[in-house]
């Protein structure tokens, strides 16, 4: 079975969890732009890390056969400096169209500032610019009305919710966001937040349509397999595999295709594992590992 | 050093200055006879210095010595290249400093951490965020705190700064937790029984009371 994990802060990650999530048939992994456990305090520092993401974070997940796409915003969290974050606006289209940037994102709210808010708008502003899908932060606290709000926003700016990702929902937020029609997407952590029991619950009530599975994988507690679990749990409770698809796998894809830049071709006819491409003189084989090349089929 | 300070230090001097404080004064806990914590409270009610480690008193009298003028613009300056224990005490002086209005979005930063000594030398033991943070931030500061399992009772001022709209919060994190079957915090109860009816929140108290029959 082939897996999408369509949010996950693979920066954070070690060479090991991409062998794993290769392995276990992640085939493409999504990269949203996030703060990085504490505050920038310079727009350089933005500008270096979104370059991190796009080039040499994507470069290592292809060492192991994963394709590497990212969402490009500025975060909730370092939207509350202003000084940063109007620096920040100013370099974001550049990076936006790039290459392999499937949306804008994570952007929505924190603790729901005036601040927050105002980036937030631009932001929407800028995805509708460029022609690009969203994906939403909701805030993990007060989560329902800052849930509801994300939405009310997206509305007011004229967004199409079909373009658009409302992430880290719950069992609170799930049925407001579907019966608006947006793409209602769950990350899984193990014992906290969203375990995968509770995933699979949901996929029984609600279904498959429009529900979108991730590992949201970063520097805490998390688990980048939390993907490939799910559907195993779900597959073993009887849910329909086609289900299990379409939540695991079909679902990211089609939300972020509009960007024009993710097609499932990228994978099932893209280029082989080669490890020893070099990035900028840089390869991650060390002590005298072989490289791993493998054809593609 | 204090002397040097009231001059008004360039950035390096006093980067040095307040870096190099553990070197001089060690890190050892700060211990206080009863009549210096009766001082302390005497001087802001709710304050609680006992405990620290003497380094963080050192640098928080260190800044003490700044001129009033700019205090703000240093203070931020130091807390952007802080590392822990910097953080901690500067945000644990935050009752001290001169022109305390003028430090809440810094204190906003210390709350918007994710280490939580960083969060708690904010929020804990200390009159600030009662006297000086506006509702929104207050009522963030406390669901945050349950968010991180960091506890309500050393915020000072939780029953006297309760609000409606902080009840609303808690009573919808409530039932997030209670429909993910994960455990409520007993203290989050505190903050919305007084406005329980007012938000509807009355079968959410109820449940918790039989929730605790065996
Ligand atoms: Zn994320």
Redesign the pocket.
């Known amino acids: 079975m082939m897996f999408i994990d369509p ?1 996950a ?1 693979m920066i954070s990650r070690t060479t090991d969890d991409y062998e794993a999530m290769a392995a276990a048939g992640i085939v493409a992994v999504i990269e ?1 732009a ?1 703060w990085v456990g504490q505050p920038r305090t310079h727009v350089a520092s933005y500008a270096d890390y979104l370059s991190a993401i796009l080039g040499f974070e994507r470069f290592r997940a292809g060492q192991f056969g994963l394709r590497h796409y990212c969402t490009i915003g500025l975060n909730s969290k370092e939207a509350n400096d202003e000084a940063l974050a109007e620096a920040v606006m100013e370099i974001l289209p550049r990076f936006a169209i790039k290459e392999g940037v499937v949306a804008i994102g ?1 952007i929505g709210y924190d603790e729901q500032t005036a601040l927050e808010d105002r980036y937030f708008r631009r932001q929407l502003e800028l995805a509708r610019e460029l022609d690009l899908p969203v994906m939403i ?1 909701t805030p993990h606290r007060d989560k329902k009305r800052g849930t509801t709000r994300s939405m009310d926003v997206c509305e007011e700016h004229g967004l199409d919710p079909s373009r658009v990702v409302v992430d880290h929902n719950n069992e609170e937020t799930v049925a407001e966001v579907l019966q608006r029609g947006y793409w209602a997407a769950f990350s899984i952590y193990p014992s906290t937040k969203m375990g995968d029991a509770r995933m699979v619950e949901i996929l029984k009530r609600y279904g498959a349509e429009r529900v979108i599975v991730n590992s ?1 994988c ?1 520097w805490g507690i998390s688990d980048p397999l939390s993907v490939p679990k799910t559907a195993k749990l779900a597959l073993a409770q009887g849910v329909a595999a086609e289900d299990v698809r379409r939540a695991c796998y079909a679902n990211a894809l089609a939300a972020f295709a509009p960007s024009g830049q993710i097609a499932e071709s990228d994978w099932l006819s893209g280029p082989a594992i080669d490890q020893r491409t070099l990035y900028e003189g840089n390869s991650i084989l060390r002590g005298g590992r072989d490289a791993r090349v493998t054809a593609a089929e | 050093m204090l002397g040097e300070m009231a001059a008004g230090p360039d950035d390096a001097r006093l980067d040095l200055a307040f870096a190099r404080l553990p070197r001089l004064v060690g890190r050892a806990p700060l211990t206080l006879a009863p009549a210096d914590e009766a001082a302390a409270e005497a001087a802001r009610p709710g304050w609680r210095p006992a405990g620290w480690p003497v380094d963080a008193a050192a640098r928080i009298l260190l800044l003490l010595h700044l001129p009033r003028a700019g205090f703000a613009d240093r203070f931020r300056r130091l807390r952007r290249v802080a590392d822990t224990a910097e953080l901690v005490a500067l945000f644990r002086g935050l009752p001290l400093y001169p022109d305390p209005e003028r430090l809440e979005d810094e204190a906003g930063e210390g709350l918007r951490s994710n280490m939580r000594p960083v969060f708690e030398a904010v929020a804990h033991h200390s009159p600030y965020p009662r006297e000086v943070f506006g509702e929104h931030r207050w009522n963030h500061m406390v669901l945050k705190a349950l968010f991180v399992d960091s506890p309500l009772a050393p915020i000072q001022g939780l029953d006297e700064r309760a609000n409606p709209e902080l009840a609303m919060m808690l009573r919808d994190y409530a039932r997030e937790r209670r429909a993910a079957g994960r455990p409520i915090s007993p203290e989050l109860w505190r903050c919305l029984i007084p406005f329980a009816q007012a938000v509807g929140a009355e079968a959410d108290v109820a449940l918790a009371d039989l929730e605790r029959i065996p």
Request: glycine share 0%; hydrophobic share 25%.
């Open positions: 949010h802060h949203p996030f994570e932060h949201a970063d």
